[in-house]
């Protein structure tokens, strides 16, 4: 089976930089869009930067210029450097990965990292 792997949340100061990882493992196929998620207290999962397969990148508007999705097809992992931090990123962050892995058939399914805090705060 498929698992995600995230790593690299912690505690920064304001304008610092961290650097998140998502490694993907088990029976896979193909991995097509890679996703980063990010969920605040009181507040709603939102979308913060979604990377294709081809390599094509978008980012939510509140971190646009200041973080950077990129992903290592060979490793099957997709990171998310953070730059500039600001309170308001603090939150939960979720990897998710479209995955196709294949059995007696091709199955395309969304599989979810267990999530890393990244607080940031003086």
């Known amino acids: 089976q498929v698992q995600l792997v995230e790593s690299g949340g912690g505690l920064v100061q304001p304008g610092g930089s961290l650097r998140l990882s998502c490694a993907a493992s088990?029976?896979?196929?193909?991995?097509?869009?890679m996703t980063w998620y990010r969920q605040a207290p009181g507040k709603q999962r939102e979308l913060v930067a979604v990377?294709?397969?081809?390599?094509?990148?978008n980012y939510a508007d509140s971190v646009k210029g200041r973080f950077t999705i990129s992903r290592d097809n060979a490793k099957n992992t997709v990171y998310l450097q953070m730059n500039s931090l600001k309170p308001e990123d603090t939150a939960v962050y979720y990897c998710?990965?479209?995955?196709?892995?294949?059995?007696?058939?091709?199955?395309?399914?969304?599989?979810w990292g267990q999530g890393t805090q990244v607080t940031v705060s003086s």
């Open positions: 998710n990965a479209v995955i196709v892995t294949r059995g007696v058939r091709y199955i395309s399914s969304d599989y």
């Open positions: 088990g029976r896979i196929f193909s991995i097509d869009d």
């Open positions: 990377i294709t397969v081809g390599g094509s990148t």
